[in-house]
């Protein structure tokens, strides 16, 4: 099983890479997406993700249909007894 942290650092590469592959300085990006410099950075060390901004990180990079559907072919897979919505 796969902790949060790992997801989270792995969610900030993976963000790095994309950004780097667009010769993106982080404040551009930023810019971009309209958050600050600093949220880019804490994104990209795995510290902090707010999931608006990486629904318009992935946006910007063309790759939210691709988060979509990943979702939604993974959903049957997840066992949602574990969950409970008034935790």
């Not at 667009?22 to 971009?32: P, V, Y």
């Not at 990079?61 to 979702?71: A, G, M, R």
């Amino acid at each position: 099983m796969i902790d949060t942290n790992t997801i989270l650092i792995n969610l900030g590469k993976l963000i790095y890479h994309l950004r780097k592959n667009e010769n993106l300085t982080q404040a551009e990006l930023a810019d971009l997406i309209n958050v600050s410099r600093l949220t880019i950075s804490k994104i990209e060390k795995g510290k902090s993700v707010n999931l608006e901004t990486v629904l318009s990180i992935l946006k910007y990079f063309n790759l939210l249909d691709e988060f979509n559907t990943l979702i939604n072919e993974n959903i049957e897979n997840i066992n949602l007894s574990n969950f409970s919505l008034y935790a």
